[in-house]
């Protein structure tokens, strides 16, 4: 990493190389102004530049010492500067350079000025002689107070084509600038540097300004801001960065806003010239407007400074090589929309573009590093200048993120190596803090960008509702149109007709084939074909290989069956064969020895049977055969932490008026301690109508995702009859989650994971496995008619589910606020109305692949304009969709207060009172062949298949965790085991011993743990009931502070349970001596409170009065330190008790 020098450094710099030039120019600018009425006259000043005058070398302006070196035809160099050079007065303070003095006879005032030429002129000493080599040969330096640089620009439409009658305008305004170049520095030939600062630097722009007559003259301008351009980079208001950046202590002013720093050097040998570019902006702004592509101010400022060199004639210009490194330091984007009401500000502490450019290459490398920044929103459209802190919220909070973009031109040849584009992305952890409303706005300024909604205006003039961000009527949403076309209602019709002739022909084919028959292809109806399947054909024999274009992913449906096959192992050990230990042997049923032959003939070792592991496999790669893509975008090992909040962080909201149960004495003793505000950020503070008391935390862990879309190829025309058609795939996506957390941090809630990925001994989590998966591959339809069509498979692992009241019903109320909040998408206005513009159809090989092929609805219209056909509006048409696993759920909910005005009577009924303990359910393996239209018809069916599957077959498992349930049924489950396996054991195979090892291993672990688990409930009864009692006999009298701290420690530490019985047994005896200790310091202190107050008399009746609840604490006591003694008993039975109670509620010591 390259950055340029701080002020100092570059002055320190500045003065050496002068002081070292052997010629120096120094110039002092007070006001400057440069008008460049056209990139032809830049080019024409740049090229005489450029091109005429540095390419001229002078001739050498000192005597060389070594008379050796000279030609012996010409003159001397003595001579040659005796006969041209006379007594003048240099400035070249030559005296500093080469330690000469100049002679005792000259005045004070020529004492720094001495002629060369002179006889009496002093020599350089001849050890001094070498130092010759070492100065650079000439240094410039500009200083300018105020400058500006006026640019005009062509200004070009969509298309490319420049418009008349208007011109682009750029104008930068420099404060306290310097420009310094030194060239051959320290006497080497093929090295040079270049220097640019500014203490302040604006610039103005504006794309389109209509051609006025250009100045004969040029005066010196004001240096106001143009009224017609529009403020583009400007130096951050007081109050928008963060934190005010200043420079070290100690060194003076803090670093200039524009730093930049070229090292040129050239290589004669190899013909190549490197640039190696270094910039630096401190604390500036850049307000962002949306306009085309080619009337952006980074691209007219590229297209006029992209100038070309005029040919010399006998001189091969090198080869340049340009190295940049920009280095953003407490920099802002500042972004206004126009028809959406909110402020975007994106601020950033460390930015850092690197990049290698080469001219005439194919590849293009471009790295982006942005460390410690943030997005904020604030609804206050109408304030010009806002505050950072007060008035905006921030809802995205970056760490650190690493980007890599490569570009390829491509081959002569047509055909792709490597991706013309890739994107890669990576970061360390992402966290976004927003309420519902702040998040609401953040998918409408989403969807507000991503459809560029600055350049096409709404439709029609926006009610206030709309501007508040509300959602549109029903009667005006496009929503409410009809969603198919009656063209497309017919296609997918017939897509149905079409599956439902595919089955019937399927299962005629699969009733002919013992007899040998074959059916004839009569069928005039194009089917669809799903990957793997053939037409009127059988399918192919396993050791042939079927041909590499059939891409409708033969590879990844094995690879899904293998997943299939390892994901749905049962919970059962009947699966496994499970080999006895030496020794112990089962006799037969005869009582003689028998000796069991497992494979007939001798035993063949085969070397290399099985293939040798290559390493870890990328989920991510496409399968071997799949076409190179043409784009790729690949995010790796992305964290994403997004904290849900209660209440509102824009509009008027009515205080913190939380929902009975969210805030009170119930609430967690770790939140509500301290302040209510977390002190760790103060980005987290949001709105001023936030709740902090009500979070909920969703952690994406590691998410990976790639999207693929692969080079569209031309359609060679219809097929032939007997012909198959193979599929073609256009795009690819893959998107992995390898763990996934929901933590709840409710003050009124004790759980700490809401939900998390369940294992346990008997379900260990498999290395490099990934918590969620959904692979999607899009392919073009076989009969060439229609949109794209995607086959999507999804896979989850296990889930533990920890469900509280309040989190639900949070839950519940943020989402409905959220859909409440986000705009419906309504379709730009493309009209000439709304903005002249020509859409041209798109001609490489990177655009249009999304959607495929042409489809049946497009249609070509004079001037280039492609209509948009109906199909491009329709939802995603699903082919093929599969849940690959089965999918079991561990459900725990503590219902706490009865609800009836969201839910009803007897739901909020059942909602309050319900108690679930390991209630058990299954997702099981869904896949559906008959095509679903829409993300929302497969959620649908995902939904009713699961339910209808629970209503059916689960009710048993459901309810087992009613209560106590799960206990007893867990109790009367070890009994049953103890005494059916092995009569089912012997049944199987004869092993009768097997049999009776399984029966105890399941009475154990169950029945046990089980009576164990119904033992403790019954002694925590009667602990609370025995605490009750204690709380009506105790006194009124006030408690001491520090036994008020000491109870509460104590309640904290009884909700942990022991791991084992050592720790029960410790903590059983740290229980009945805290409470022993506990009570005599109640009592002393209730005995000196007393006599303090009324002598003898008082403390004994102090002491009378504490008798009754002191007379209960023992059953307190007893009660507690068994109920421990129990569960570390329960605990070193099962230890997967002991880990699911420590994940499911909080600690004292930490919350994860």
């Not at 090229?47 to 003159?75: C, F, H, K, V, Y």
């Not at 009865?898 to 299954?922: H, P, R, W, Y």
Request: hydrophobic share 35%; aromatic share 6%; proline share 8%.
């Amino acid at each position: 990493m390259v950055i340029p020098g701080d002020p100092e450094e570059m002055r320190a710099f500045q003065s050496r190389t002068l002081a070292l030039s052997r010629c120096g120019l120094e110039v002092i600018l007070p006001r400057v102004h440069i008008f460049l009425p056209s990139k032809e006259v830049y080019e024409s000043i740049y090229n005489r530049i450029n091109n005429d005058l540095l390419m001229w070398e002078p001739a050498d302006l000192l005597p060389t010492s070594d008379p050796a070196a000279q030609p012996s035809g010409l003159p001397g160099p003595s001579s040659f500067w005796h006969d041209s050079f006379k007594m003048c007065k240099s400035a070249f303070k030559l005296a500093n350079c080469f330690d000469l003095t100049p002679d005792s006879d000259s005045d004070d005032e020529d004492a720094h000025f001495f002629s060369v030429g002179a006889s009496g002129g002093p020599q350089p000493p001849a050890p001094e002689a070498p130092s010759l080599h070492l100065q650079s040969t000439f240094s410039t330096l500009v200083t300018v107070l105020k400058g500006r640089i006026t640019a005009l620009c062509e200004t070009k439409d969509e298309g490319g084509k420049r418009l008349e009658a208007v011109h682009g305008e750029l104008v930068l305004d420099m404060e306290h600038g310097t420009l310094f170049s030194v060239s051959q520095y320290c006497g080497q030939p093929g090295l040079g540097y270049f220097c640019l600062e500014a203490e302040k630097a604006t610039l103005y722009h504006r794309a389109t300004v209509d051609d006025y007559p250009l100045p004969s003259h040029l005066d010196l301008p004001s240096f106001a801001p143009p009224a017609q351009l529009a403020p583009t980079i400007y130096p951050s208001e007081e109050g928008v960065t963060e934190r005010g950046a200043s420079g070290r202590k100690g060194q003076g002013r803090g670093p200039h806003m524009l730093s930049t720093a070229v090292r040129i050097h050239l290589d004669p040998h190899k013909n190549v010239k490197e640039f190696l570019v270094t910039l630096r902006l401190h604390k500036a702004t850049l307000r962002h407007y949306m306009a085309l592509p080619e009337q952006s101010w980074h691209s007219q400022l590229l297209e006029f400074l992209d100038v070309l060199d005029d040919p010399v004639l006998g001189y091969l210009p090198p080869t340049v090589i340009t190295i940049l490194h920009t280095h953003l330091f407490s920099c802002a984007v500042d972004y206004r929309p126009l028809y959406l009401p909110v402020r975007v500000l994106i601020t950033a502490e460390t930015f850092t573009l690197s990049s290698n450019i080469i001219v005439d290459t194919s590849t293009f490398l471009l790295r982006f590093i942005l460390d410690d920044s943030a997005l904020y929103l604030s609804d206050k459209c109408e304030v010009e200048t806002l505050d950072l802190r007060r008035d905006y919220v921030c809802v995205l909070d970056v760490d650190l993120l690493e980007l890599v973009i490569k570009t390829w031109k491509g081959s002569t040849e047509g055909k792709l190596s490597q991706p013309l584009f890739e994107l890669r992305c990576s970061n360390n952890v992402v966290h976004v803090h927003s309420c519902a409303d702040s998040c609401a706005l953040l998918v409408n300024l989403l969807q507000y960008v991503m459809s560029t909604g600055d350049l096409h205006p709404p439709p029609r003039p926006p009610s206030p509702t709309e501007i508040a961000g509300q959602k549109v009527q029903l009667s005006e949403s496009p929503a409410s149109l009809p969603s198919c076309p009656p063209v497309e209602m017919a296609l997918i019709n017939q897509r149905d007709l079409t599956d439902a002739l595919l089955d019937t022909e399927r299962s005629l084919r699969e009733l002919a084939q013992p007899s040998g028959g074959h059916l004839p292809q009569a069928s005039p109806i194009s089917v669809y074909l799903f990957p793997g399947e053939r037409s009127g054909a059988p399918p192919p024999s396993p050791p042939v290989r079927g041909p590499a274009g059939s891409l409708g992913s033969c590879s990844e449906e094995k690879e899904d069956e293998r997943e299939e096959e390892g994901d749905g192992d049962t919970l059962d050990s009947d699966e496994f064969c499970i080999l006895d230990a030496p020794g112990l042997g089962i006799p037969p049923r005869d009582g003689e020895p028998v000796v069991t032959q497992l494979h007939p003939g001798p035993i063949v070792v085969r070397d290399g049977y099985f293939s040798r592991p290559i390493g870890s496999s990328d989920l991510l790669r496409a399968p071997a055969h799949f076409p190179v893509p043409s784009t790729r975008v690949v995010l790796r090992e992305v964290s994403l932490v997004w904290h849900l909040y209660g209440g509102r962080d824009f509009g008027p909201h009515p205080g913190h008026r939380a929902r009975a149960g969210l805030s009170g004495p119930r609430g967690s003793p770790s939140r509500c301690s301290g302040p209510n505000r977390p002190q760790n950020s103060w980005r987290t503070q949001g709105g001023s109508g936030r709740q902090h008391h009500v979070l909920m935390e969703i952690q994406l862990s590691k998410v990976s995702f790639q999207h693929e879309v692969y080079p569209a190829e031309p359609v060679t025309g219809p097929a032939a009859p007997g012909q198959e058609l193979e599929e073609r795939p256009l795009s690819r996506q893959v998107f992995i989650v390898q763990e996934l957390e929901v933590r709840d941090r409710l003050a009124s809630s004790q759980i700490n994971k809401f939900l998390y990925l369940h294992t346990s001994e008997r379900m260990p989590r498999r290395a490099h496995s990934n918590m969620l998966t959904i692979k999607a591959l899009h392919v073009a339809p076989t009969t060439n008619l229609g949109g794209p069509e995607c086959c999507l498979r999804v896979s989850l692992m296990p889930l533990r589910l920890n469900v509280d009241q309040d989190a639900l019903f949070f839950l519940k109320d943020f989402f409905t606020s959220l859909v409440a909040g986000v705009n419906p998408v309504v379709p730009g206005e493309t009209s000439a109305e709304a903005r002249p513009e020509t859409r041209a159809q798109s001609s490489s090989p990177l655009e249009g692949q999304a959607e495929g092929v042409e489809t049946a609805g497009s249609q070509e219209v004079p001037g280039g304009r492609h209509s948009p056909s109906p199909a491009d509006q329709q939802p995603i048409y699903f082919r093929e969709f599969r849940f690959t696993s089965e999918v079991p759920i561990w459900l725990d909910y503590h219902g706490k207060h009865v609800t009836m005005d969201q839910v009803g009577t007897f739901a909020g009924l059942l909602i309050g009172l319900a108690q679930l303990n390991c209630s058990e359910l299954k997702l099981k393996r869904l896949c559906c062949r008959h095509g679903l239209l829409g993300v929302d018809k497969v959620l649908g069916y995902a939904l009713n298949e699961w339910l209808q599957d629970i209503r059916k077959n689960q009710l048993p498992g459901l309810l087992g965790g009613v209560g106590p349930m799960h206990s007893v049924v867990q109790l009367f489950q070890g009994f049953r085991d103890l005494l059916w396996l092995p009569i089912e054991q012997y049944r199987k195979d004869g092993r009768l011993m097997r049999g009776l090892q399984r029966g105890a291993a399941s009475f154990g672990s169950s029945t046990a743990s089980a009576a164990l688990e119904l033992s403790n409930r019954l002694v925590q009864a009667i602990q609370a009931t025995a605490e009750t009692v204690y709380d009506i006999l105790s006194p009124a009298a006030p408690v001491s502070r520090s036994l008020q701290d000491k109870r509460s420690a104590r309640r904290l530490r009884r909700g942990q349970q022991p791991a084992d019985l050592r720790e029960g047994v410790a903590k059983a005896y740290d229980t009945v001596r805290e409470g022993i200790l506990d009570t005599a310091q109640t009592i002393c202190d209730v005995a000196s409170r007393g006599h303090e107050q009324k002598g003898l008399t008082g403390a004994v009746g102090g002491v009378i009065r504490q008798l009754p609840p002191t007379v209960v604490k023992p059953l307190i006591l007893a009660t507690e330190a068994t109920s421990s003694l129990l569960g570390g008993m329960r605990n070193q039975i099962v230890p997967d008790a002991h880990k699911d109670h420590a994940l499911k509620w909080r600690s004292d010591s930490a919350q994860d």
